[in-house]
């Protein structure tokens, strides 16, 4: 859809929460720079949300603000629609009617991608327009942007970080507080860090949609959030905290896909989601509180790092308001067609295969709890030894949580995935062994 010069483009915004309020603060705060850029001014001039009493106590003189987000998608003056509700139906059938009318769309739904981006990427192409999501992975930091533009020469070898800012503030927190995980996630709640419901961010799934969709613009790799091996932070406990800054390292939930290039060209893919130790004076172990730091490494480039607020009303808003601009140059252009959303053409963009987790090897961070008797550490030894995992360090401590057992850490040599989940499966079927054995790897540095 080519846009008449001279005209300035109008935005219509689908969920007026807190990043659509975002979006009108940036619009209106920053109209007279984003015009020097572009030439024309961007305005809001509708906005369709089922709340339409509360006061987001901002200026929405010359806009429409009703319910009716129909009514919004097919308006002559609505040129960008922006879908900010969240979830998965409405918010697609939003994107999809948008689509359908000719209209490009800027989301931040990452979940609704990660589920539904084929269906969605693919409505886009066949009606020629643009679907941007810079929003989606890492709130403010232009991650996706890179991928796509900045890094566009390269192989990309590596991309890890911290994609989720709830979990990097509760990890933050339990380290320097020494509470309970439970205790800092409701504090996290309190002040506005987790939601009620705290699933998606704790449990890793949140961080695993972001990854799919990293995975697919970093290697052109078609998967699913489904298929990425994703844990999360609950069973962390303060002595995990304790032992990682003795063995000298931090703990962060970190999002990892690597690309592996075989000898005959065939592209394998390594994915996870997980707790993961990293050197205490690594970078990333530095990045704290609901901070995001993705490391993408290229084959020319080298690494790079990508660090700033992964949420928040603003720093959101911001990425948001840049696809808008970006999109907002193409309809001024002519609206030649779409970029390719995921970086490669779709056609590129193919399943590759998937190296599972148990033929990764790497050191581990192992916590048992059992029963303070006699043997119980050998029989432990004697299971990884025979399953070819050998020990670094051991660390038993007296004092746990449930009466008569003991925290007993090993810290690993180099091992194979495969031998740790035999040897664990053996070791957690001990009558002594009185919960699950928790395990955080460690990433060592390049
Ligand atoms: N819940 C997400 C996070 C919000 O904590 O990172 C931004 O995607």
Redo the contacts with the bound molecule.
């Keep these: 859809m080519a846009v008449k010069s001279g005209r300035s483009i109008g935005v219509g915004l689908i969920g007026f929460g807190t990043i659509g309020t975002g979006v009108v603060k940036v619009l209106a705060q920053n109209a007279a720079v984003i015009e020097q850029r572009l030439g024309f001014p961007l305005k809001m001039v509708a906005i369709a949300d089922l709340d339409t009493e509360t006061d987001r106590k901002v200026d929405l003189e010359g806009v429409r603000f009703d319910s009716d987000a129909e009514g919004l998608i097919a308006a002559p003056d609505v040129d960008i629609v922006i879908e900010l509700v969240g979830g998965y139906e409405v918010a697609k059938r939003f994107i999809l009617a948008a689509i359908a009318a000719g209209k490009p769309v800027v989301t931040a739904n ?1 979940a609704l991608l990660a589920l539904h981006g084929k269906e969605i990427f693919a409505a886009a192409e066949a009606a020629g327009v643009d679907v941007a999501f810079e929003a989606a992975v890492g ?1 403010g930091i232009p991650i996706l942007r890179s991928l796509r533009e900045g890094l566009s020469a390269n192989h990309i070898d590596s991309v890890l970080g911290i ?5 990097n503030y509760v990890l933050t927190e339990m380290e320097r507080t020494e509470e309970d995980f439970e205790v800092v996630l409701k504090r996290a709640q309190e002040l506005g860090y987790a ?1 009620a419901d705290p699933t ?2 704790v449990d890793g799934i ?1 961080a695993a949609h ?1 990854l799919a969709l990293l995975t697919a613009m970093a290697f052109g790799a078609e998967l699913t959030y489904e298929q990425i091996p994703t844990e999360g932070i609950r069973q962390l406990m303060p002595i995990d905290f304790e032992l990682a800054r003795d063995f000298g390292y931090k703990i962060k939930l970190l999002g990892i896909a690597k690309c592996r290039r075989e000898d005959d060209g065939v592209e394998c893919i390594e994915a996870r989601v997980h707790p993961t130790m990293v050197a205490a004076g690594s970078m990333l172990a530095n990045v704290d509180a ?1 901070m ?1 730091a993705i490391e993408v490494r290229g084959d020319a480039v080298g690494p790079t790092l990508y660090y700033g607020a ?2 928040g009303e603003m720093p ?1 808003a911001s990425a948001v308001v840049a696809d808008l601009i970006e999109i907002a140059r193409e309809l001024q252009r002519g609206g030649s067609g779409p970029v390719a959303p995921l970086s490669y053409l779709p056609h590129h963009l193919v399943p590759k295969p998937l190296v599972g987790l148990e033929e990764l090897s790497g050191r581990f961070y192992l916590r048992f709890t059992a029963a303070d008797e006699p043997g119980v550490l050998g029989r432990i030894a004697g299971a990884l030894g025979d399953e070819g995992v050998g020990i670094q360090s051991v660390v038993q401590q007296g004092g746990a949580d449930s009466p008569g057992s003991v925290p007993i850490i090993v810290l690993t040599h180099e091992a194979s995935e495969a031998g740790l989940a035999a040897a664990l499966a053996r070791v957690d079927d001990e009558r002594e062994v009185t919960a699950p054995t928790v395990v955080v790897r460690i990433e060592e540095g390049e």
């Excluded at 994609?163 to 979990?167: F, K, R, S, W």
């Design positions: 990452k709130g994609l989720n800012g709830t979990t939601e998606f961010d949140d972001k609901a995001n992964g949420a959101t």
